[in-house]
T-cell receptor, first 113, second 109 residues
Framework: IAGITQAPTSQILAAGRRMTLRCTQD?????MYWYRQDLGLGLRLIHY???????GKGEVPDGYSVSRANTDDFPLTLASAVPSQTSVYFC????????????FGDGTRLSIL | GQNIDQPTEMTATEGAIVQINCTYQ??????LFWYQQHAGEAPTFLSY??LDGLEEKGRFSSFLSRSKGYSYLLLKELQMKDSASYLC??????????WGAGTKLIIKP
């Protein structure tokens, strides 16, 4: 079944550790996105990529980095995790970075202690 | 700044109709999306409006008034499975989605 796969599903991490959240899509979508979702707040864009080889900063990029070496993969790295990065992280993709609907992965629940 | 407002929570009865409102103030407008998100799951696409008026899709309809910065999602013949959060999101001038915090809809028998 075509879609977006995120890994891990959940993770508990000690503060200061490095962590990479994986995201892979098989829909050949050009645009990909990373969001965090916190209780009482809307989804907030961390980083995005309009096409393979390019990335951009979203609303809350500090403490996170991404890469887009190919169309399918868009990993998100926390270089040195802090407790305020405890959140649910969603990866999404869309055909183009325009008015096409975004398709979401199942999310990664990350707790930083 | 950019702002999307939705009610935090609404309650409705199975079989009834409910309207979830969304008002927005954004830098530019390239369309408005509604997504459904069940607890612990990913958001899923419901509707997209870019022109004024009503878009109907089965039991769900979405309305847009660009001049008023206003949209609503109308759910008819409510079913228990419609219990979820409904997210309003606006595509701004940079084609980035600005998300509301979502409306948690509780359906009672």
């Amino acid at each position: 079944i075509a879609g977006i796969t995120q890994a891990p599903t959940s993770q508990i991490l000690a503060a200061g550790r490095r962590m990479t959240l994986r995201c892979t899509q098989d829909m050949r979508h050009n645009a990909m996105y990373w969001y965090r979702q916190d209780l009482g707040l809307g989804l907030r864009l961390i980083h995005y990529s309009n096409t393979a080889g390019t990335t951009g900063k979203g609303e809350v990029p500090d403490g996170y980095s991404v890469s887009r070496a190919n169309t399918d993969d868009f990993p998100l790295t926390l270089a040195s995790a802090v407790p305020s990065q405890t959140s649910v992280y969603f990866c999404a993709s869309s055909q183009e970075s325009s008015n096409q609907p975004q398709h979401f992965g199942d999310g990664t629940r990350l707790s930083i202690l | 700044g950019q702002n999307i407002d939705q009610p935090t929570e609404m309650t409705a009865t199975e079989g009834a109709i409910v309207q979830i409102n969304c008002t927005y103030q954004t830098s530019g407008f390239n369309g408005l999306f509604w997504y459904q998100q069940h607890a612990g799951e990913a958001p899923t696409f419901l509707s997209y409006n870019v022109l004024d008026g009503l878009e109907e899709k089965g039991r769900f309809s979405s309305f847009l008034s660009r001049s008023k910065g206003y949209s609503y999602l109308l759910l008819k013949e409510l079913q228990m499975k419609d219990s979820a959060s409904y997210l309003c999101a606006v595509l701004d001038s940079n084609y980035q989605l600005i998300w509301g915090a979502g409306t948690k809809l509780i359906i009672k028998p």
